[in-house]
């Protein structure tokens, strides 16, 4: 359940008529369990995340088994219904505390996301779809696309049967695939490069926690 509701934005608030969801349940078996709290020029990444999405979503959700880990962040939090099936249950857990139709989903170990990409793709999700998912490189990235609330119940189907993997909704739920000519007809082609990282590895986190700088003294 989530323990805490936002007061309602002010209709003139710019933001958008969405909700976002941030999964950090994820178990790190690469790096550490607690990598969204790994510091990326001077900030925790989950803080980072929620800086941008705060300020592009009306009501912004952290999907967490380990809420206390991330009180800083002053957000509302969900907990899995049942733990260990990965994003998927955190993703329908998430869907079905929320107070919109359509939800951005992302990961709390993403340390790049862009307002302009958000808002684009926010654009994308017409009411013929259940999920937009980018493939900015011919691969899906689940963890940065929107999903409707009426794939609760295809959700929980494949859920209850052992389904966890989020690409087996394809064939019941109607996905519209962002491809990287789509990302370049709207002048997007820049941002690529960085919006979809998360951070996996050691030798991810070492190459990326000083991007901002190094970029910031070459163009100085």
Same mark, same amino acid.
């Given at each position: 359940?989530?323990?805490?509701?936002?007061?309602?934005?002010?209709?003139?608030?710019?933001?958008?008529?969405?909700?976002?969801?941030?999964?950090?349940?994820?178990?790190?078996?690469?790096?550490?369990?607690?990598?969204?709290?790994?510091?990326?020029?001077?900030?925790?990444?989950?803080?980072?995340?929620?800086?941008?999405?705060?300020?592009?979503?009306?009501?912004?959700?952290?999907?967490?088994?380990?809420?206390?880990?991330? =009180?800083? &962040?002053?957000?509302?939090?969900?907990?899995?219904? /049942?733990?260990? $099936?990965?994003?998927? +249950? @955190?993703?329908?857990?998430?869907?079905?505390?929320?107070?919109?139709?359509?939800?951005?989903?992302?990961?709390?170990?993403?340390?790049?996301?862009?307002?302009?990409?958000?808002?684009?793709?926010?654009?994308?999700?017409?009411?013929?779809?259940?999920?937009?998912?980018?493939?900015? =490189?011919? &691969?899906?990235?689940?963890?940065?696309?929107?999903? /409707?609330?009426? $794939?609760?119940?295809? +959700? @929980?189907?494949?859920?209850?049967?052992?389904?966890?993997?989020?690409?087996?909704?394809?064939?019941?739920?109607?996905?519209?695939?962002?491809?990287?000519?789509?990302?370049?007809?709207?002048?997007?082609?820049?941002?690529?490069?960085?919006?979809?990282?998360?951070?996996?590895?050691?030798?991810?986190?070492?190459?990326?926690?000083?991007?901002?700088? /190094?970029?910031?003294?070459?163009?100085?």
């Amino acid at each position: 359940m989530i323990v805490k509701q936002p007061p309602m934005e002010p209709a003139d608030s710019g933001k958008l008529k969405a909700s976002c969801l941030i999964l950090a349940g994820g178990e790190g078996k690469r790096l550490t369990p607690d990598k969204p709290l790994l510091d990326i020029e001077g900030e925790p990444i989950v803080g980072r995340v929620a800086r941008v999405v705060t300020s592009v979503f009306e009501q912004v959700v952290l999907v967490t088994n380990t809420p206390e880990k991330y =009180r800083f &962040l002053g957000l509302p939090h969900a907990r899995d219904e /049942r733990p260990g $099936c990965g994003p998927l +249950m @955190g993703i329908y857990s998430g869907l079905k505390q929320i107070r919109h139709d359509v939800a951005f989903v992302c990961g709390a170990d993403m340390p790049f996301l862009r307002e302009d990409l958000l808002r684009a793709e926010f654009d994308a999700i017409t009411d013929e779809f259940d999920i937009v998912v980018p493939y900015p =490189r011919g &691969l899906p990235e689940f963890l940065h696309g929107y999903y /409707r609330k009426r $794939c609760l119940k295809v +959700m @929980g189907s494949n859920l209850d049967a052992g389904l966890f993997k989020i690409e087996m909704l394809r064939d019941r739920c109607r996905i519209r695939r962002l491809e990287r000519a789509w990302f370049s007809a709207r002048g997007l082609d820049e941002v690529l490069e960085t919006a979809f990282v998360n951070i996996n590895t050691l030798q991810e986190y070492q190459h990326w926690r000083g991007v901002d700088s /190094r970029r910031k003294a070459a163009a100085e």
